[in-house]
């Protein structure tokens, strides 16, 4: 199984400032046939489901604010909010669906400083 | 627009079984893979099983291999997952997903929960 590892688990930053959540991959989920990375990135706030932030590691959902950005290849991935807003202060995680089981890192919880 | 709404979670004692379905309308439902994923009290995300658009390929996670079986009907537009031998460690929110072409989840049901306990 692909371990998925995201740092740091927990980040206070200014509103304002940026902030960046990393995820390593225990193999690469770049699928070579069509040079595309299957990792996507999620935002979870409480009570609430998960909602579809990036896919093919660095493509917006639509909807999606443009301060959000994603970034990596192969195994190490980023997801960047460049101006944070108060709306941001959620759970963030990655998910390979490169091979099954479709594994989840274990989230990086985002807060304001 | 697309909803995904699931049912059938509640308080089951070990070992007994359990169904959850997920009811989804606003797009064509057999033209989708649909998947579980579920989320215990307090932790994070934790992906369970898939279903292929027409049924035919099924995948699980070790955790639930050989005890939870994924399902779908085409024509009733509805996902299933029969949760057998249930275990404490089942607990837990369980949402189900549309999976998209590269195997995200992109539109989420609101969740059902799952209390194992006697």
């Known amino acids: 199984d692909i371990v998925m590892t995201q740092s740091p688990d927990s980040l206070a930053v200014s509103l304002g400032e940026r902030a960046t959540f990393n995820c390593k991959s225990s193999q690469s989920v770049l699928y070579s046939s069509n040079s595309k990375n299957y990792l996507a990135w999620y935002q979870q706030k409480p009570g609430q489901p998960p909602k579809l932030l990036i896919y093919?590691?660095?493509t917006r959902e639509s909807g999606v604010p443009d301060r959000f950005s994603g970034s990596g290849s192969g195994t190490d991935f980023a997801l960047t909010i460049s101006s944070l807003q108060a709306e941001d202060v959620a759970v963030y995680y990655c998910q390979q669906s490169y091979s099954s089981p479709y594994t989840f890192g274990q989230g990086t919880k985002l807060e304001i400083k | 627009q697309v909803q995904l709404v699931e049912s059938g979670g509640g308080v089951v004692q070990p070992g007994r079984s359990l169904r959850l379905s997920c009811a989804a309308s606003?797009?064509?439902?057999?033209?989708?893979?649909v998947e579980w994923v579920r989320q215990a009290p307090g932790k994070g995300l934790e992906w369970v099983a898939l279903?292929?658009?027409?049924?035919?390929?099924?995948y699980y996670a070790d955790s639930v291999k050989g005890r939870f079986t994924i399902s779908r009907d085409n024509s009733e537009n509805t996902l299933y997952l029969q949760m057998n031998s249930l275990r404490p460690d089942d607990t837990a929110v369980y949402y189900c997903?549309?999976?998209?072409?590269?195997?995200?989840?992109?539109?989420w049901g609101q969740g059902a929960l799952v209390t194992v306990s006697s």
């Open positions: 606003g797009f064509t439902f057999s033209s989708y893979a």
């Open positions: 997903a549309r999976v998209d072409d590269g195997g995200w989840g992109d539109y």
């Open positions: 093919w590691a660095s």
């Open positions: 279903i292929s658009y027409d049924g035919t390929n099924k």
